[in-house]
């Protein structure tokens, strides 16, 4: 039978019917209306899971959000999309406009799980996923287990430390992986530098010198730009460094790199994959691959619904 | 029934007659003989294991060695202690003497093993083990499965790269945990700053400049000596920005130290408890205890033993 993913955006609900075999079957989307209220977004999820469900009947419904998530109770404690929510009952809510089991889990852990179940790491036992967006989500499957930890909180790679005096982080560090190659932590860089370099490409690409988000930064690499070239190989250098780092912790076959900023695809991954090198001893040389994505737009549905799979197969 | 652990070492063959509740029930302890050749040290670790075993009988013998070990094969590909040995098949030649199964496991997995069965991590389904030695070992339980990654070669958490322009070492890379927070590495940055502080307490332990040993640095230490609080403050603060990174990794609830350099007792893990929280977010405060290995000298025959039945069991 079906499943339904729903991908929880601050502006956009996705929804998609799945199917564990083929995938993503239908999909539909609606505004998330955030500023109607927490009420109204429950409508609009439920709304939403009723018009691609259609005549079909599905098993359960997954619910990705950025965030943190309490998986077990159903619970969003916080999450930067919904700044007025705080210990939402989110699962609760849906199930009283629709008679089904729903499971809530954070975004990056369902992106993990959607490669995993979908994805280019589909039947890996060893495998790490990060997610190069605003932030940085990642997850991890070491010896075919899904790692949570102790408290279900591990696999944050984003907030270790890379650059132990780097900027500060939200999470109260410095130089934690996500204060230094987050898609905003690049576009904010690119700002700062770009009034040394008038003439670059990418405030003709962004329109204006407070527009330069890291998209501009990419496509302005991709043409040679100089700044550009000095933002992007810093951004490459501490990647390569973390990931370097995650290849001694775990020997997985393969890194995949989801995310806004893995759209970037070879100006990225080229250089990545590279530097990486320096940062692997040789023994590890040749037993793993760092790859992009390929579910892209349909991640976060796949994600959704690939975390209430794995919630009703494990838990 | 039994087990026979045997810790193989450069000069002191360390064999424990183990029972899996009680721990180690008997133990002998033989010179290895490196300089009589390999089939003199086979004969001495099977005189040995014959010795502690006695009038009892037991199931299997696991060995712990330093090196690069391949456990399946029951092959020491290589070994700092013994530089003549190359792909020797172990097992198959202690067999030819002692009639069971020998099961062979590198020193640092053993330790993490022995700690899961034996020591403070006893039932522990989330911890992390370091032996801080003349090299860096570790091993990684996560989620209750010892991890090894795709190729049986995860958890080398000592070559890490925690100080980008740091030294060189062995590895090939710069600056990983080893070659920055190792007991040599401590010796050896002690020796190099010792002729600036003539007065230093280190040298007047050791007895001579060249001799001072990461021991001595520690000894000092307690005595408030400043060169010694130095350099123990360059290696507490790696280390700590290390753990930092397991701890988001793989929520522990434990990292357990082992290894010559932990003898230094709370000299070395009240500044590490303390400094480790600057690297670690908010959310991870209070999840995790950092401790002090309390298998010592026991160590060695006990995580020998513990691979022996975590291959039994498992494989």
Redesign the interface.
């Known amino acids: 039978m079906y499943i339904v993913g729903v991908d929880l955006g601050g502006t956009e609900i996705k929804v998609g019917l799945v199917d564990r075999e083929k995938g993503i079957v239908r999909k539909v989307s609606r505004a998330t209306e955030v500023d109607k209220g927490p009420d109204k977004i429950v409508e609009n999820i439920a709304l939403a899971i009723k018009e691609v469900a259609g005549d079909d009947d599905f098993e359960y419904v997954g619910i990705g959000s950025p965030g943190?998530i309490d998986r077990k109770k159903g619970i969003v404690r916080f999450s930067p999309n919904f700044p007025d929510w705080r210990d939402f009952h989110l699962t609760e809510k849906v199930s009283e406009l629709i008679d089904k089991e729903i499971i809530v889990e954070n975004d990056a852990n369902a992106f993990t799980l959607g490669e995993w179940y979908f994805g280019k790491a589909k039947g890996s036992?060893?495998f790490i996923a990060l997610t190069l967006g605003t932030g940085i989500g990642s997850g991890?499957v070491?010896?075919?287990?899904?790692?949570?930890?102790?408290?279900?909180?591990?696999?944050?790679?984003g907030?270790?430390?890379i650059v132990?005096e780097g900027p500060m982080c939200g999470?109260?560090?410095r130089g934690?992986l996500e204060s230094v190659a987050s898609a905003k932590f690049v576009g904010l860089h690119a700002r700062e530098l770009a009034p040394r370099y008038p003439e670059s490409l990418m405030i003709k690409f962004a329109g204006d010198i407070n527009k330069i988000e890291s998209k501009h930064v990419f496509k302005a690499c991709e043409e040679n730009d100089e700044l550009a070239k000095i933002v992007v190989n810093e951004t490459v250098e501490v990647l390569a460094?973390a990931i370097?780092?995650y290849v001694?912790?775990?020997?997985?076959?393969m890194i995949i790199i989801g995310g806004g900023m893995s759209k970037a695809g070879e100006t990225l991954f080229k250089p990545l994959r590279e530097r990486t090198k320096?940062?692997?001893?040789?023994?590890?040389r040749g037993?793993?691959r760092i790859e992009q994505s390929d579910l892209v737009e349909n991640a976060g549905i796949l994600g959704a619904a690939s975390a209430a799979i794995f919630s009703k197969g494990v838990e």
Chains 1, 2 share one sequence.
């Open positions: 943190s036992q060893n991890v070491a010896n075919g287990t899904f790692i949570t930890g102790n408290n279900g909180i591990g696999a944050e790679l907030h270790i430390v132990p999470c109260g560090s934690c460094r370097g780092g001694h912790m775990f020997n997985p076959e320096k940062y692997v001893m040789v023994s590890f037993t793993y």
